[in-house]
């Protein structure tokens, strides 16, 4: 599954990196301690909102899954297994959050985070779509060929794998946009990544 999201990703983003040097004499005059936390409780609160997804569905997907029948039996269990991972990544983000709070930053260091949580967050939801086109295609062999083996398993998984995706897009996209519009406040855009259509998919410019 990961090579699928891989492979959607090299196909639809063209992650250019444009070396341009420039000064800071640019950026809005803002304060950098408490512009450093506004980003780093965003983050947080994402992760909050991840873990507590990840924990209502390992405990419904528990209960569908022991419950359930054929395909919507192999649907929860999918469910639980995704979630675990999500709230192995949540909760070691939090407590690394937790110390990031205490940090100070300078100019150079807060630049390098931010432009690292946007990409972060485009290059995760290039690997979103791929997962929701693993799940399609697996749902899809399985609904035109119930009779084969493990049909009802890809069923069940490909439901899975379609719904996880899709709220890990619709997190992923706000999220960028959360963190995109916070960065306007001090650079302008002019020192950020810039997501554009091309005609024939998508292109992040990443400055630096």
């Given at each position: 599954m990961k090579k699928i999201g891989t492979l959607l990703l090299l196909c639809t983003f063209s992650l250019m990196l444009l070396a341009q040097q420039k000064d800071s004499s640019g950026l809005a005059n803002v304060d950098l301690a408490k512009y450093n936390k506004e980003r780093i409780l965003m983050t947080r609160n994402s992760m909050y909102v991840l873990g507590g997804w990840s924990a209502v569905n390992i405990v419904s997907g528990s209960i569908g899954w022991s419950k359930g029948k054929d395909s919507n039996r192999f649907f929860h269990q999918?469910?639980?297994?995704?979630?675990?991972?999500n709230?192995?990544?949540a909760i070691p983000s939090l407590l690394t959050i937790k110390k990031s709070l205490h940090k100070s930053y300078n100019e150079q260091e807060t630049l390098k985070y931010q432009k690292g949580s946007e990409v972060t967050y485009l290059v995760n939801l290039g690997l979103d779509l791929g997962y929701m086109l693993g799940g399609a295609a697996l749902y899809d062999y399985a609904s035109r060929n119930p009779s084969k083996k493990g049909a009802t398993r890809m069923n069940g998984f490909g439901q899975s794998l379609l719904m996880q995706g899709g709220f890990l897009l619709l997190f992923d996209a706000t999220m960028y946009g959360f963190h995109k519009?916070?960065?306007?406040?001090?650079?302008?855009?002019?020192?950020?990544?810039d997501l554009a259509f091309t005609g024939n998919g998508f292109a992040y410019s990443y400055h630096f």
């Open positions: 999918g469910n639980v297994f995704w979630n675990i991972v709230l192995g990544i519009s916070h960065s306007q406040q001090w650079t302008g855009g002019k020192y950020m990544g």
